[in-house]
C-alpha cells in the first residue's frame, strides 16, 4: 500500500497531510492531517495529478514597461510548467493590454489561458 507525505499548500496553515492508497474509498485513497476538505481535495489530486498556477511575466513592447504579469486561469500540470514558460517567453506582445486579456488561448492543449495580471498603457 502506498503512502505519500505532503504539507497542504491551499492555505498558510501548512497542514502535514498524509495519502494513503484506499480501495474502499471512492477516491482510491485515504487523505489524514488535513483541518478541512479542501485539504483532502489537494492532497489527493498532489499524489495523482499535481498541478500550479504559473505567475511569470512576458515580454511587450510600446508600454514604459519591458514585462508584462501573466498567470494561468488555473493549475496546469507540473510536468508542463517548464514548456509553460519556453511558450510564454515568444510572445511578442503590444501595449496597451487590459488586465484580464487572454495573451495565449489553451496553451499546451491543457485548456489552460494565459492572462494579463495587469493593463499596461501605450507610452
Ligand atoms: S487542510 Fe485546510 S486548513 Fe490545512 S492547510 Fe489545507 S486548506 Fe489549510
Given at each position: 500500500m502506498k503512502q505519500y507525505e505532503k504539507v497542504c499548500i491551499v492555505c498558510p496553515?501548512?497542514?502535514?497531510?498524509?495519502?494513503?492508497?484506499?480501495?474502499?474509498s471512492d477516491s482510491g485513497y485515504k487523505v489524514e492531517g488535513n483541518n478541512c476538505p479542501r485539504g483532502e481535495k489537494y492532497g489527493i489530486k498532489e499524489v495523482t495529478n499535481p498541478t500550479r498556477v504559473l505567475t511569470t511575466t512576458a515580454k511587450?513592447?510600446?508600454?514604459?514597461?519591458?514585462?508584462?504579469?501573466?498567470?494561468?486561469s488555473d493549475g496546469i500540470p507540473?510536468?508542463?510548467?517548464?514548456?509553460?514558460?519556453?511558450?510564454?517567453n515568444t510572445l511578442k506582445l503590444e501595449a496597451p493590454i487590459n488586465a484580464g486579456d487572454?495573451?495565449?488561448?489553451?496553451?499546451?492543449d491543457t485548456g489552460?489561458?494565459?492572462?494579463a495580471s495587469r493593463s499596461m498603457s501605450k507610452e
Open positions: 496553515v501548512g497542514c502535514r497531510l498524509t495519502i494513503t492508497e484506499d480501495s474502499d511587450i513592447k510600446g508600454s514604459h514597461y519591458e514585462r508584462l504579469p501573466v498567470v494561468t507540473k510536468d508542463k510548467l517548464f514548456q509553460c514558460m519556453k511558450e510564454i487572454i495573451v495565449i488561448k489553451n496553451i499546451l489552460i489561458d494565459i492572462i
